[in-house]
């Protein structure tokens, strides 16, 4: 068995608060995190499959294509949006990267290919914080 | 004559658009940077400073100390906040990342100890893109 | 159960030597790390936790106050020191990146919140070599 | 039990295709990456052994010898060659990164020292997509 | 007047030798830069443009139109490609990253909209080798 | 005319202190960098050399040959060492980045062939701080 990671990113707006608290919570929960005006980072996103290499290609999972899979189902949902606001996926959620996370596996497990399943998200925030989830 | 470059970040929001234009004509000049949810990104922003090194300590300026003043008059500004709405020195500005360069610079330049010269402001916006600006 | 990784940085001093060994079995084994005047590196640490994150925030665990206990426990002392001499929990260990890992473990985890656990210490001791340890 | 990994490199040129298929075949399986006059890439490759620290050195493996032998046995056979033409260990393989990564444990895992195993085998092909193979 | 960088990439195989040159003097002057077999890497090329900023976009040139102009013009001529074999505007010449900066400037300059001048072609063969023209 | 960069790294020890200062003069001035027991980093060293590319081979100056120039010269001097204890060249000099790439300037630019010339001497002291001089 062998694992293939592929890179992509998107750019999104966020803002931490929960709905059910007050102003004075959510900032002392979150700090400047909550601010009401939204902030943002550049996203990077890893995404690893595993399964065994096809003998016919040397692949498990042609990374292109793996690439392609990532934007159309995950990343051309979350660039350039507000994910508070822009992402169906996030709806009623608190937008952490711990939660971003788990849905992004969501949207991306029924789509592998027979063979191939997912192994784990690796979502960067900033380049010093990152969140993995492997499914459970 | 050394040069001496410091790198702070900051994590912002903020949305490209004219508001002299129409909905359609910011649409096909800014494209999904129009975004009226904003976007966001982990900006990278080095500021580099010139002059000789002062004999008794080695330094033309403690790394430390321009540290700290590049996060007092101007990532503390930024850091978590939404650049079209929450920024002074961007008020009624296109932010684009070369204005906000050079807005950058006109923060920063009057502060610099004597004998200290600020040579560029580089601001990455995303590790593919960045804007360089010095001073005229 | 999600991941959580946060990276500090400290830069100190050191030096590999084994005490109960003569200079020329010190300078068999261990090389130039053994130079008696010592040597220093850039140490990048990634510590990650693991557990479930909270319904109301959706935070595992605060990026921001993980930063601030590796700081307090484990950075704060070893920044712009020498390991061998002035660092309490090295006293007496051989001081390898591996030895380290293990020390810094043993430091942060007991002050880890309720229902977050210490997963991985990983250490860089150069951009090239790296250790990793997870607590057994 | 610690993990010590070692970062070599290696500059290469290879194709992907497949001797069984026509020329069209080829070209609908790999694209560009089947271009009969080869392309090339700067691989990365992280090799990490795991095992207990020697209490007279506090190394698991000292990462200069490892470095070395990750050279002799691999990379000095990698680098700056045709992976398609002039490696022993790949012929009549499909010369994907998944191949290449199993062929490189076979090469390492029989060569390491007593109390050392060989534990994964990271292959970044380009700075967006890496293998990951742990032997089995 | 602001100076705007984008990274565009391209993987691709070459090879140093003289055809004027006898075999044993092509391995003395370029050693295994010479392998008859090609080698290659992933080429990180940075384009840096200059000019003043458009006051109705606070753009001086879109970086997305400057990416689409690079891939244009340099890269999709380059990628996956034999730079000896299979790129015209490399025939006949030494296959140098100083003589591929070169002929990417020619590539480009002619192309860039009024108002927009280039500056700078800066091209990495590794991570640790890079070549910079600034056209004379 | 075209640039070329190496990069080459070492690993050193150093302190921050004027002997002509008290202790408590330099912790004022130096903070922890005054540190007696010494500290350390992981030094990246960037070379920039100028000239015209010699037609025969496409090159300014073999990548491998400055390399070898730049290691024996200056990082071999370097590596594992105390810059304030070990180093001819630094001796009765403050021990900061700023002088130290002064002095790696002077190591080099008598030792480049006919036709080549040293243009910048980049130092990274960490990967948030640089120096950059170029020769006067």
């Not at 996370?101 to 914080?129: A, M």
Request: net charge negative; proline share 4%.
């Amino acid at each position: 068995m062998v694992y293939v990671t592929r890179l992509e990113h998107f750019n999104a707006a966020h803002r931490l608060f929960n709905p059910a608290w007050s102003k004075e919570q959510n900032e002392q929960a979150f700090g400047k995190c909550a601010n009401e005006n939204w902030h943002g980072h550049n996203y990077e996103l890893y995404v690893t499959v595993k399964g065994n290499p096809d003998p016919d290609t040397g692949f498990l999972f042609d990374a292109r294509q793996l690439g392609a899979l990532i934007r159309e189902k995950v990343t051309d949902k979350l660039d350039h949006k507000n994910l508070n606001l822009d992402v169906d996926f996030m709806r009623d959620k608190m937008c952490s990267s711990e939660n971003l996370s788990i849905e992004i596996w969501k949207q991306l497990s029924p789509h592998l290919p027979s063979g191939v399943s997912l192994h784990c998200i690796k979502l960067y925030e900033t380049p010093r914080i990152y969140i993995e989830y492997f499914g459970e």
